[in-house]
C-alpha cells in the first residue's frame, strides 16, 4: 500500500496500524466538535489509498457517524494534521460548518468495548 500524505503516514506507521495484508482497518473513538455538535463515538475506520488519484480516504463505518450528520468519508477536501496518538481531520459541512474530528485507534475491538470489556 502507498500513502500519499505524510500525516496519515506517519500515524499509519507510529501506531502500527497496517495488517500483514496491507490493509488498514481498525477501531477508533472519534470526536467530533462542530459549531453546534460534540460528540464521541466508537467506530471501524478504514483507509484506503487512491494512487491514481494521490489522495487517501478515510472511512468511518459507524452508522451512529451518518445518523448524527457527521462525514463518513473523508477526503483531500479536508486538513489532515497527526497529532501524536490521534489523526486530527479539520473540514467544513453545509449542515455542521467547520468541524473538528480526531481520530484516536483503540487497542481493543468496538464490540469488546461495547460489551463492557
Not at 497527526?82 to 487497542?107: D, R
Request: hydrophobic share 40%; net charge negative; charged share 25%.
Amino acid at each position: 500500500m502507498k500513502i500519499m500524505t505524510t500525516p496519515t503516514a506517519n500515524f499509519i506507521s507510529d501506531l502500527k496500524l497496517e495488517r500483514n495484508d496491507g490493509a488498514v482497518s481498525f477501531d477508533a473513538l472519534i470526536k467530533f466538535t462542530s459549531e453546534h455538535k460534540k460528540i464521541e463515538l466508537l467506530t471501524e475506520v478504514q483507509i484506503i489509498s487512491t494512487v491514481a488519484r494521490e489522495r487517501d480516504v478515510i472511512c468511518l463505518l459507524n452508522p451512529e457517524i451518518v445518523a448524527n450528520k457527521i462525514p463518513a468519508i473523508l477526503n483531500s477536501d479536508t486538513t489532515i494534521v497527526y497529532e501524536g496518538e490521534a489523526l486530527c481531520v479539520t473540514g467544513y459541512s453545509e449542515e455542521l460548518g467547520l468541524y473538528n474530528l480526531k481520530i484516536f485507534p483503540q487497542p481493543i475491538s468496538v464490540e469488546s468495548w461495547e460489551n463492557g470489556y
